[in-house]
């Protein structure tokens, strides 16, 4: 039998371990991992020496095609590809209207995931969907158990602004979750707080008052709120994008041995701190906004500990005209990072702080992809996808958004000198990146039908 392709000389890491070896690829699936003589011959071999060889990214909260991001499927997961990211999960907002760029009250969540199944031809990875509930319309109770035996286990919800969801209405949600197996993601800040705290501060120019506009103690508030009624429900809870110690310690203070408690951070809150509102102005909004220094090191903390299980991007890609507006609140909220966010994290977690290469691959790659029912994904075992990226753990270089695919035309990362760097990524056994360029044909890329997670494991 002869193989597709033969990775050899490179270092594999899994979420447990390091060791040398070579990976045989074979229509698509890792077939075999050992020695390379134990190995048969293959059609290509590709030269990992002095490279990691790392399981492909799986980024579970990325906002592609439409409402707030001006990136397509193509340029989205052309920045995914480029940085090593081989698997992402959309949103599918159930309210929104293009035509308008508006809310409404009457779509239905399987309207908002066809229109995204329409749009996906072209993604160069692979991309799944989780639908966004923004309105109590009780009609949506009876869509759940079709969208999650058509791939789609995971559902998000707000606690802010006008697409929020009552507590009462989110209790039930979590009722049906739980029968369903389905996951429940919420994005957690008080409304009322963050409100009166933005009309009082619109008298402060300076985006400087973003931070103090959308507090932690909203977060923590909001997160403690809708963990209780998650746990009632005894459904999976998934705590989005946490930003703040508050927030950490309430989620830590609810997990315990086998309670369905989850939560991300994303990679701008790992880095930053409030301060650079005073450098990048605008471009630094995003929801909720970035903390105090001691915020990033209790993210670290929560990281080590178990508390917080991944690192999402939280990719949305604006244009620097859209995000200047003139004043700080009429910016629209988000940071384009797919294609930086594995350097920027190997930089700041492996390289500057204690985390290892397996720690990087169950926060990027594993946890996700076991978290959100992706078993084919996240790991380099035989029967697996064979998602692969090669990884540079020692080239340095420095961001500069004019190399993004994304549509997005600056990085709050530019001019950031990085040690570690994506080399090749390879998607089911196919070269998609090499280098920075993309070297396979849009549409490579499948829609990511998911299961039902299970989440014994940790
Ligand atoms: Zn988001």
Known sequence: MELDTIITGGTIVTGQSMFDAAVAIDDGTVVDVGSERSLPEADRRIDATGLLVLPGVVDPHVHLAGYNSVDSYESGTAAAAAGGVTSVVNFAWQGFQEETRDWCDDGTLTEAVDRHREKMDSVLVDAGLHPVITSEDPAVFDELPALVEAGFPSFKMFTTDSIRLSHGFMEQLFDQFASLGAVGMVHTEDHSVCERRTQELKESPSPTAYSASRPPHSEAMAADSA??????????????????????????????????????????????????????????????????????????????????????????????ERKEQDDWWDSPKGVNSLQTGLSVFHDEAVIQRDFSYPDLVRLKCERPAQTFGMPMKG???????????????????????????????????????????????????KLVADNGEIVADPGHGELLARTVPRWSHD
């Open 379 to 429: 790991r380099i075992e035989p029967g697996a996808d064979a998602d692969i990226v090669l990884f540079d753990p020692d080239e340095t270089y420095s961001v500069s958004a004019a190399e993004n695919h994304s549509k997005a035309d600056f990085s709050i990362y530019e001019g950031r000198e990085l040690t570690g760097r994506v080399k090749k990524t390879l998607l089911r056994g």
């Open 227 to 320: 963990v209780r009624l998650a746990l009632e429900a005894d459904a999976k809870y998934y705590g989005v994008h946490t930003t703040s110690g508050a927030a950490t310690d309430v989620i830590r203070s609810h997990k315990r041995d086998g309670s369905n408690v989850r939560a991300e951070t994303c990679t701008h809150y790992t880095v930053f701190d409030e301060r650079v509102y005073e450098r990048l102005g605008n471009l630094a909004i995003m929801a909720p906004p970035l903390r105090e220094p001691e915020d990033i090191e209790a993210l670290y903390d929560g990281l080590r500990d178990g508390t917080l299980t991944i690192v999402s991007s939280d990719h949305v890609a604006a244009t620097r």
